[in-house]
Structure formats: structure tokens, C-alpha cells
């Protein structure tokens, strides 16, 4: 039953306009991903004002193009510059540069855009197995089961997201209250506006995101101070021939990375913690372990494997349940609401073309965009050498012109710009951004969850530990929430350090 | 590093205050078709009360000394934010067309020092080519100036 669903979404992903918008997208994506300030979820958020007119199987297209173009870019300025463009690569420049650095940038690139492939593909493979089945089950799912999820996906940033656990709590808290502002449907009541017209519309996720991500970022490298001194890219034919014939020999390695990749990515914010995880275990298992941060390939091939699978893997519980695995995948969310399709497992009923079409189009994508980045990384690497103050207002004009256009209203442009400075302060104080995106995302959606569960329990909490699908996860979602709070003691009786090596999570 | 954790578990906390008092004015409890209006945010802004006040024994059991910003790298950093806020501005004033060429000159101009050639060439061809994927193919329209209406826009 699959197959045929599969062979529909192909028809979809194949017709020469969505094809095109393919490569449009996979190219604005890895000039997104290369570029300081401009990651996955802020092209993602740009963009999406422009689809409106598209028609949704289209417009999720060229979006989760742009999210693969994204990923693969972030790769080039690894592995050239050592600046990694996106959280998840950070690992990668471990090898990637000392590789480079030895005149081999040929080969680490080749091995990251080949790692990334195969990532991706194993990925998409087990969504196309596993989707329907996971949206079947959510079939049966009732409000009580949709908030448990919820408080799930966001117990993971506290339990699993590193760093200050109360900090992250706090981002959820103020992304959630943001959600609030504005009109409430269910009862038509003007809430936390306190008189102000402007604030009635509330805030719009797509702002935030822009701001946060695009304004905050840069800010952010303007202080570190821009230096882009990077190594030439020498790739041609024969070098992409030989390094393929060598990587076979690291299929452990694939395989290995691809599974945690995966596992960890359909939770929240799993990119960046898989490919740390992985190239930790490519060390591990590795012959030569000394080798590892010298310019080892295996080196590059665990991280970009395993960030690209988790990538893939974030676009499961939102094609499936509603609930995105990241901040990218939650503007996408956005996305279909705007559309007006209903995310959730309704979709694989109601519209198997979209569905369908957005899963084979990830087969389509990845097959494209490994080829389009391996022919121009010349290309995309002289975009780090435009001058800074090019890039400054270019960025900043695009993320106005982005912000504008979601509701051609002008007072979103000054909400840009508040957003860039709180992400900018944010990201200083160690607070994690990508909670607070989910949690204005979905605002509405657990709200909603949330009453209707307790309408339905007449007031009672229990309600979410008495089912049985729910309870289970609930107590999951409990157990991550009161994970900081255990592990000290933990630690201490095996005798660790209390303090765990803290990682910050975007 | 100690005083920016501060200020703004301060702020968070006013801002939780905040939506404790509107929470009460929508009521917090239960009505005859479910739970008010302000019962949601309501037990939001309580845990971020709390959160805050967590925050404010972190900093200060733990103090980082580092400073939050120094002075020689806010400079940059203000480099970015006013003339962006001061575009913004002009946006509103002379519509965004006009606003980003006026803002991506003066930029490249002042900061960059790069040649008239490439300040006026880009300075044009992002409006123009801003307008053309927006206002023309995807029918996006974008704040317009004096110089638009001009022009029969």
C-alpha cells in the first residue's frame, strides 16, 4: 500500500515545475546555509510569505528544498572556513578544516555532500516505512494524547537540550505567553494587549524567526568579528571518484551514524547532540583514534551523516502528528496552517498528494542537491568572500523585506527588529532560541489540546496519566522535565563530576 | 555577565506580574464551557515567576564576572543596529524600495569603503530586484514612498 502511495507522490515531485522549484530552492537554500545570519529556519521563514500564491504541494516543495540546500551548505563553510554555518556542522569542522588545510578540501568535501546524501536517503527511507503507520496510530489520538506529545517535545529541550535546564524552561514559558497575546478564538476576548491596538494581531512566529535567527545572528558575528580566511575549494571528477571508491570502507561508520541520527532527531533540537554523538562513537570504534581532529575522514562522514538523517528524521512527527522536531520544521508547520491544510494525521487521508508528494520530493531533493553542490562548491564558496558590509545590509534588507511581506504590515518590521536584539542578548545569555519558536508555533494547538482535555476531564490534570497512550508519555515527558534535577545526584554516586560538559543547543 | 542575568530575570519576572494581573482580569477558573481564558496563561506566568526567581539565585550564587559586552566589541555591534533601526525608519517615510537603497549606499559607503561603481550598482539592482520577485511575480506588495506614487504605483 505504500508503494502506490509513493509512486502518487513521485508523479507530484517529478512534474518539471515542482522539479524546478526544486533547484531554486536547494540553491537559495545553500547560499542561505553558507551565509553568517541566514540559517535553515529564517530562510525557511523569509520565504515562505512568497508561497502563499503557490499551490501547497508546490510551496512544500521548495521549502524543504531550501531546508536540504541549507544543510548541505552548512557543510561548505565548514569544512573551507572552519566557521561552522550551523550548529550541527560544528563537529564537522573537526576534521573537515585540518583536511582542508592539508590541501584536501576536495576529498572532505566530498565525503561531508556524500555523508549528508546518505543521511538523508536512510532518513526518508524509514519516514516513507514508517509514517503511515505513525499517522494511523495518531488517528486514534484525542486531545489529551496531542498534549502529552506536546509537553514531551518540550520536556526533551529541558532533559536532553543541555545547558541551563531553567533558562530553557524560561524560553518555552515566554514563547508560549507570546502565543497568548491577541484574540482568543475560543472565547473572543482580547488577551495580555492591555489597550493596544497593534497588539491585538499578537506576534507572528514568522517575525520572530526572522528576528531571533536573522537580525540576532548578525549582531551576534559582528561582535565575534568577521573573518572569513578560508582555503581554496579544489574539487574536480576525479577526486569525488576517488574518495567514493574509499568510502565504502567506512559503512559501520554510515550505518552507526545514520541510526542515532535518526533516533535523536525526531526529538527536538537532535541535530547538533547526533553529530556530536556520532563522531564521539566514530572515535570510539575507530582503529586510529589518535587520528580524530588531525583531518581524518571517518572524522567527517559521522557528524554530516547523522546531522543530515536527524534533519530528515525532524520532518517526521510533523508530517505525521503536527508537533515539528525543529525550528525549521515548525515554520514549515506555519506554512500549512497559512496554506490552510491541518497538520496532523488528517493529511495522509485528506490530501495523499501533499503528503506523498512532500516525501518523495525529499528523495528528488537530496538526489539533486548532492550533484548541484558538488558542481558548483566553487560557487557557493566565493559567497563568504563578499565583503562584509555587503552582506550586513543585504541581510538585513532581505530580513525586512521577509518580515513585511507576512502581513504587509509595517509594525512587524519594528518587531524584527526587538526580536534581533532579544535573540542577540538571549544567545549571550546562554537562554536557547529554538524553544521559544516551537513554543509560539504550536501556542494555540496546545492550548487548545489542553482545554479540550480538560473539558473532557472536567477539570482534572489525571486525565493525561489515566490513558493509557497518553500516560505513557506523559510520564516520559515528566521523567525528561525532572532529568536535570536528578542527574547531580546521579553523577555523584557513580562518581563523576557533577557539572556535565554543558552544550548549547540552537 | 552577573548584572545582564539579573536585569532580565527582573524583567521577566515584571513581565510575569504583568500577565498574572490580566490573567485575573479574564479569570483563571472554570466556566460552564471550560476553563477561562486566563487560566492558560495564568499557570504560565506562575512557573515563570518562579523560573525568575530561580534565575535570581543562579546569579547570584554563581557570579560571572565576565563582563556581558565589552566596549570595544559593542561598537560593532551598534555599527549594525542603528543604521538597520534608522532604515526602518525610513521605510515607514519613503517606502521600502527607496529606504533599502539609501540604507545599502550609505552602509557600503560609510563601513565598507567600497568603490561608487559597485555602491550605486547594488544599491539599485537589490530594490529592483526586490521588486520584481515580489510586487510583480509573486504579487507581494511592499511599503511605498512619495517616489512610488511618482511614478504611478
Known sequence: ?506 | MRAADLTTALVLMAGGVLVVGDSFRLGIGWSTDGPRSGFFPFWLAVVLLLCGAGLVVQAVRRADRRPFVTRDAVRPVLKVLVPASAFVVLIQVAGLYVASAVYMGIYMRWIGRHSWLAVIGLSVAFPVLTFLVFEIWFLVPMPKGPLEAWLGY
Not at chain 1, 521563514?45 to 552548512?74: E, K, V
Not at chain 1, 573537526?94 to 532518513?123: H, K, Y
Not at chain 1, 516505512?129 to 498534549?147: D, Q, R, S, Y
Not at chain 1, 564558496?381 to 513585511?404: E, H, K, N, Q, W
Request: glycine share 12%.
Open chain 1, 1 to 506: 500500500m505504500g508503494f502506490e502511495n509513493l509512486l502518487l507522490g513521485f508523479q507530484v515531485a517529478l512534474q518539471p515545475y515542482n522539479l524546478f522549484l526544486a533547484v531554486v530552492g536547494i540553491m537559495l537554500g545553500t547560499i542561505i546555509g553558507v551565509l553568517p545570519g541566514l540559517g535553515g529556519a529564517n530562510g525557511v521563514a523569509i520565504l515562505l510569505p512568497l508561497t502563499f500564491s503557490m499551490p501547497p504541494n508546490s510551496a512544500i516543495i521548495l521549502l524543504t528544498s531550501l531546508y536540504w540546500g541549507a544543510l548541505f551548505g552548512g557543510a561548505i563553510t565548514s569544512v573551507l572556513f572552519n566557521i561552522p554555518g550551523e550548529p550541527w556542522s560544528v563537529a564537522t569542522t573537526f576534521d573537515g578544516f585540518p583536511m582542508a588545510q592539508r590541501g584536501e578540501s576536495g576529498q572532505a568535501l566530498t565525503a561531508a555532500f556524500t555523508s549528508s546524501f546518505v543521511g538523508a536517503l536512510f532518513a526518508v527511507i524509514l519516514i516513507t516505512l514508517f509514517a503511515p503507520i505513525l499517522a494511523e496510530v495518531a488517528l486514534k489520538f484525542g486531545p489529551p494524547e496531542f498534549f502529552s506529545i506536546q509537553l514531551l517535545t518540550f520536556s526533551s529541550f529541558i532533559g536532553l537540550g543541555g545547558g541551563n535546564p531553567v533558562k530553557s524552561l524560561v524560553s518555552i514559558l515566554i514563547g508560549f505567553i507570546l502565543a497568548v497575546v491577541g484574540l482568543d478564538i475560543v472565547t473572543g476576548t482580547l488577551r495580555l494587549t492591555f489597550g493596544v491596538t497593534e497588539l491585538m494581531k499578537g506576534f507572528d512566529f514568522i517575525v520572530a524567526v526572522i528576528g531571533l535567527f536573522g537580525i540576532g545572528e548578525i549582531l551576534l558575528t559582528m561582535e565575534e568579528g568577521l573573518s572569513f580566511r578560508g582555503t581554496r575549494a579544489k574539487i574536480n571528477p576525479k577526486v569525488v571518484w576517488q574518495t567514493w571508491k574509499v568510502l565504502p570502507r567506512y559503512y559501520r561508520t554510515f550505518i552507526r551514524s545514520a541510526f542515532i541520527g535518526f533516533w535523536m532527531g525526531f526529538k527536538p533540537g537532535g541535530a547538533t547532540p547526533a553529530s556530536f554523538m556520532s563522531y564521539a562513537f566514530a572515535k570510539r570504534f575507530s582503529k586510529h583514534p589518535e587520528r580524530f581532529g588531525k583531518g581524518e575522514i571517518e572524522g567527517v562522514v559521522a557528524p554530516e551523516t547523522a546531522a543530515h538523517a536527524a534533519g530528515g528524521a525532524s520532518l517526521l512527527p510533523m508530517i505525521t502528528l503536527g508537533i515539528p522536531g525543529s525550528p525549521t520544521a515548525a515554520v514549515m508547520l506555519g506554512g500549512l496552517i497559512i496554506w490552510g491544510l491541518q497538520p496532523g494525521p488528517m493529511l495522509f487521508k485528506e490530501k495523499p498528494d501533499f503528503v506523498w508528494g512532500l516525501i518523495a520530493s525529499m528523495y528528488t531533493g537530496n538526489v539533486i542537491g548532492v550533484l548541484m553542490v558538488l558542481a558548483f562548491v566553487p560557487f557557493f564558496a566565493a559567497i563568504l568572500r563578499i565583503p562584509f558590509a555587503i552582506l550586513t545590509p543585504l541581510i538585513v534588507s532581505i530580513c525586512a523585506v521577509g518580515a513585511y511581506s507576512v502581513h504587509s504590515s509595517m509594525i512587524d518590521v519594528w518587531y524584527m527588529l526587538i526580536f534581533g536584539v532579544i535573540g542577540y542578548a538571549f544567545k549571550k545569555l546562554d537562554y536557547p532560541l529554538a524553544p521559544l519558536v516551537l513554543a509560539l508555533v504550536l501556542g494555540d494547538l496546545a492550548e487548545n489540546a489542553l482545554r479540550q482535555s480538560l473539558i473532557m476531564s472536567q477539570g482534572s490534570v489525571l486525565i493525561f496519566f489515566t490513558r493509557p497512550i497518553s500516560g505513557a508519555i506523559s510520564a516520559v515527558a515528566l521523567f525528561f522535565f525532572a532529568l536535570p534535577l536528578i542527574t547531580p545526584y546521579w553523577r555523584r554516586l557513580r562518581g563523576l563530576p557533577a557539572q556535565a560538559p554543558a552544550r548549547q543547543e540552537m
